[in-house]
């Protein structure tokens, strides 16, 4: 069992920078990890936005590269997000998600991640 919870969310210009945080709380803690940020638009799906797994590989979807930067501490227990140079369709619910399933199965597998925070809300104005 795993327990997210995001916070850092808020308001931007564009060009702007936002950090998210996701607390990440589980009972094994030497379980290993993927970890990553998804969001969702109003009447868009969901989709991802970058991925961590527990040896600090990172994957990002092209939208984002090179603005933003997703990192975790060494013990998995903290989740960032560093948004930089933000746009306006960055705007959306954004959504930590875990799961001990490795990191290049969460596209191919239903129900994978099993663990989501609450999201948080990140509004980019132009």
């Known amino acids: 069992q795993v327990q997210l919870v995001e916070s850092g969310g808020g308001s931007a210009q564009a060009g702007g920078s936002l950090r998210l945080f996701c607390a990440v709380s589980r009972i094994d803690r030497s379980s290993k990890l993927c970890m990553g940020w998804f969001r969702q638009a109003p009447g868009k799906e969901r989709e991802k936005v970058a991925f961590i797994d527990s040896a600090g590989i990172t994957d990002y979807a092209d939208s984002v590269k090179g603005r933003f930067t997703v990192s975790q501490d060494s013990a998995q227990s903290t989740l960032s997000l560093q948004m930089n140079s933000l746009r306006p369709e960055d705007t959306a619910t954004y959504y930590c998600?875990?799961?001990?399933?490795?990191?290049?199965?969460?596209?191919?597998?239903?129900?994978?991640?099993?663990?989501w925070g609450q999201g948080t809300q990140v509004t980019v104005s132009s």
């Open positions: 998600a875990a799961d001990d399933y490795r990191c290049s199965l969460w596209p191919r597998v239903r129900g994978i991640p099993r663990y």
